[in-house]
């Protein structure tokens, strides 16, 4: 088997996952600023090929959007794949490490907060779903 026809598989699966759910994928770092322009709450999910991402996070950003108040953007930037479009929304971090996979919620334009690596691993998706919506709750309009 070609390592590499391998990892593309594994790396078209996670696109595919995360833009199946509804979120836009970022991969320049000018589609980063423009869609971080926009007013109201969005949802960034950075994006990895780490079992913690494919078991995870990806399932929670799907199931999570299924709630009462959600952010009003749902976007993505895929660590280790797109870098110039990851590095430019860590650059938006201000406060928080990098950290993939990862969730950034930002209020017109700037971070109010993240659910990082460290609230995902270890946890289950339904645990990750939930962590979302309390922060939906807090930040987020009803929908």
Known sequence: MDFNLFMNDIVNAARKDIVEAGYDELTTP??????????GTTLVMINSTCGCA???????AANSIHFDKRPDHLVT??????????ERARE????FPPS???FALM?????????ERHD??????????????EV????CEEV
């Open 30 to 39: 000018e589609e980063v600023d423009q869609a971080f322009a926009k007013e």
């Open 77 to 86: 930037v895929f660590a280790g794949q797109d870098a110039e479009a990851t």
């Open 54 to 60: 494919g078991g995870v996070a990806r399932p929670a």
């Open 100 to 102: 993939s996979p990862s």
């Open 107 to 115: 209020k017109d334009g700037k971070v109010v907060t993240m659910v």
């Open 136 to 139: 939906f709750d807090k930040y």
């Open 92 to 95: 938006y971090f201000e406060g």
């Open 120 to 133: 995902i691993e270890g946890h289950s998706p339904m645990e990750v779903t939930s962590k979302l919506q």
